[in-house]
């Protein structure tokens, strides 16, 4: 990887790991459909233009069924769900929780055919994570300091996430994903409008109106664009790896910045969902055989 590479890579980790706290921060005065609609609203309006641009937007029109399915199963669901459960959990643990994502990405394309899945260091994978998982949800519930309800807000999510990726580059193979993405924020925008406007707050402070400008400009779209980038760089194996390191940066920041407690859970369980999500999202090289 070289060091511009490196640089691409650590900037969208620190991209993906900061929208946690900006929703924390804009949920203070937004309604959850109204930080969705938002940050939806100025990545359509960032991406689409790209996309036309590079003239790559008209195959996420053609397959518009399946970048409607993908719109519900990774933003119109999953971020009104993550988005309204950071009202009740700290950011560092809905950040923790989304890092499963691997895991569950593992698990469905095993039940799609792919039997790679069955590979030693990959069940080892599955149940570490799982056992990392059980010990945050327990003791967060269990300790009082999470609302277990909104825990499973985000779990719900991070499923959504895992399938709409696989359903979408099934089908959508050759279709761009700046453009793909593009069109999902405006179907998302769309979808959580109405319900924005009618609960638009009375008054909104400036940091939660930053807040929600920088996660519609930086996260939701720049983010996104790098990420390709550091696909086509390094390749979507090792571009992977960037859960990891944006689930690092929001549980740091959510610490540091919101002064949120480094709870038993995250300590215990971080840990071990990492280590999980790793070696169940890694398979071995497939060895040659000569006749």
Do not use: C
């Not at 069940?123 to 825990?151: A, H, N, W, Y």
């Not at 609960?199 to 920088?214: F, G, H, N, R």
């Amino acid at each position: 990887m070289s060091r511009k590479s490196l640089f691409h890579f650590v900037l969208v980790g620190i991209l993906w790991g900061i929208p946690y706290l900006l929703m924390k921060v804009a949920v203070e005065d937004f309604p959850p459909a109204a930080v969705v609609a938002g940050r939806t609203l100025i990545g359509a309006t960032i991406l689409i233009p790209v996309a036309i641009y590079r003239k790559k937007f008209k195959g996420a029109v053609l397959g518009f069924k399946f970048v409607a399915f993908y719109a519900l199963l990774e933003m119109i669901g999953p971020w009104i769900l993550i988005t309204t459960a950071e009202q009740k959990i700290n950011s560092g643990l809905a950040g923790l929780l989304v890092s499963t994502v691997p895991i569950f990405a593992t698990i469905i394309t095993s039940l799609r055919g792919d039997h790679s899945v069955w590979q030693f260091k990959r069940i080892v994978g599955i149940v570490v994570g799982f056992f990392g998982l059980i010990l945050v949800v327990g003791i967060e519930s269990l300790t009082g300091t999470s609302d277990p309800l909104s825990i499973a807000m985000v779990i719900l999510a991070s499923m959504g996430y895992a399938y709409a990726v696989i359903m979408v580059t099934t089908n959508l193979p050759l279709v761009d994903g700046i453009a793909i993405n593009g069109l999902a924020m405006a179907l998302t925008t769309i979808f959580w409008a109405p319900v924005a406007i009618a609960q638009w707050p009375s008054s909104i402070s400036i940091d939660s109106a930053l807040s929600l400008i920088a996660l519609g400009v930086f996260s939701t779209a720049f983010a996104f664009i790098l990420f390709f980038k550091v696909m086509e760089e390094i390749g979507p194996a090792r571009s992977s790896l960037v859960t990891y390191l944006n689930t690092a940066v929001a549980v740091v920041l959510g610490v540091i910045i919101l002064r949120e407690p480094l709870t038993a859970g995250i300590i215990i369980g971080l840990p071990l969902v990492l280590i999980g999500s790793y070696l169940a999202s890694r398979k071995s090289p497939e060895k040659s055989t000569n006749y």
